[in-house]
């Protein structure tokens, strides 16, 4: 099992397969290193490091639940570079991962050979946060991984038409894990605690001034076509900010795509072939 520790003393889990150019995948908010799984077969010939953040996956929760932030976390991202002597990489931030990214841009952009969003962008839109919301922090009712299978791809399935249940159960332990009293949280549950008091503050970072210290970064975008949490009209916002953004919509997907859709990954190869 590979770990480190950050400076401020939590054990942090992350995996690290491949050789050549390295590229690292930051999770969304709830996730854990294992949203990238889809992707790794695909992605031959790169070195592919995914980092379970701190409360989630593997790594240890934090006892204040306060350094559940945009800033601590992009602060782990960088202390995990400097462990591994990685230098320059490119980053793929799926969702909060693609938060992190700009956050980087903005404090280390030395470290950035090249950013991919996976449908993520400076604005998130209210309804993707009201769903997200639904779930964050709450154990879900379903008792067990079938149950939960099958639960997913039904709710999944208008963002998501035609999804194989294979792929939803895939998804489900990845994201849960089972117990005699019924699915568990892969993530510590003060999460939900976090993201409320930060949202109480009313202090949130401006994502448009962080994107645009993307601007001499060779800089890509996935959306999902039927996404709920990045819009069209903030793609094109950002193409307009950014001159040299490429992008993509993956048909049939939501938030967030799998990225291993051919869409997803021809955006994924470009960025790495551009940032050497």
């Known amino acids: 099992m590979a770990e480190f520790r950050t400076t401020d003393g939590l054990r942090l889990h992350y995996e690290d397969t491949g050789e050549g150019r390295p590229l690292v995948c930051l999770p969304g908010l709830t996730r854990n290193g294992r949203d990238f799984d889809f992707l790794r077969p695909h992605v031959p010939g790169y070195r592919v490091i995914t980092l379970d953040y701190r409360g989630r996956g593997l790594s240890d929760h934090d006892p204040d639940h306060a350094n559940y932030n945009v800033f601590r976390e992009s602060r782990d991202v960088v202390e995990l570079i400097e462990t591994l002597g990685l230098g320059r990489v490119t980053i793929l931030g799926t969702s ?4 992190l990214a700009m956050a980087l841009a903005a404090s280390h952009p030395e470290m950035l050979a090249g950013v991919i969003l996976n449908d993520i962008g400076p604005v998130v839109e209210t309804s993707g946060i009201a769903r997200i919301m639904e779930y964050l922090g709450r154990r879900p009712d379903w008792q067990s991984y079938g149950e939960a299978t099958e639960g997913m791809a039904q709710a999944m399935a208008p963002q998501f038409p035609g999804v194989e249940p294979s792929v939803w159960q895939r998804q489900v332990e990845a994201s849960y894990v089972e117990t005699p009293e019924g699915l568990g949280l892969r993530y510590d549950p003060a999460l939900r605690q976090a993201v409320l008091e930060q949202a109480a503050t009313g202090a949130a970072p401006d994502f448009w001034m962080f994107f645009e210290r993307l601007g001499a970064i060779p800089t890509g975008v996935i959306r999902g076509a039927n996404s709920d949490v990045l819009s069209r009209d903030t793609v094109s916002e950002m193409h307009r900010r950014h001159p040299g ?26 960025i790495m072939e551009t940032a050497k």
């Open 245 to 270: 953004l490429i992008s993509a919509e993956v048909p049939d997907r939501g938030h967030v795509p799998f990225l291993d859709e051919p869409e997803a990954l021809s955006i994924i190869r470009q």
């Open 96 to 99: 909060r991962g693609g938060l």
